[in-house]
Nanobody
Framework: QVQFVESGGGLVQAGGSLRLSCVAS????????MYWYRQGPGKQREFVAS???????VYAEFVKGRFTISRDNAKSTVNLQMNSLKPEDTAVYYC????????WGQGAQVTVSS
């Protein structure tokens, strides 16, 4: 059974930083790309960033230069370092893998105050 467990969310002021982590189980982590998505209040879930098994990264335009995705294959963990946070980054953040696209964790709530 595939499972994703996100952590590291919280409340932060605009301009601050947070680091999210997601531990994956039930997949061969090192062989799979990993994604971060987010869903803001009243909005649809949207792509944030991805990292392939070889370390290639892709970012949504609205986070380029502010967020960094990384992975630790030994710990089956994908991280999202978020800097220069804005109120519009307020959302629940989820990790996911194309290997199990319908498996979603509980997410990590990120709230950015102005």
């Amino acid at each position: 059974q595939v499972q994703f467990v996100e952590s590291g969310g919280g409340l932060v002021q605009a301009g601050g930083s947070l680091r999210l982590s997601c531990v994956a189980s039930g997949i061969t982590f090192s062989r799979n790309a990993m994604y971060w998505y987010r869903q803001g209040p009243g909005k649809q879930r949207e792509f944030v960033a991805s990292i392939t098994s070889s370390g290639n990264r892709v970012y949504a335009e609205f986070v380029k230069g502010r967020f960094t995705i990384s992975r630790d294959n030994a710990k089956s963990t994908v991280n999202l370092q978020m800097n220069s946070l804005k109120p519009e980054d307020t959302a629940v953040y989820y990790c996911n893998s194309p290997f199990a696209p319908t498996s979603w964790g509980q997410g990590a709530q990120v709230t950015v105050s102005s």
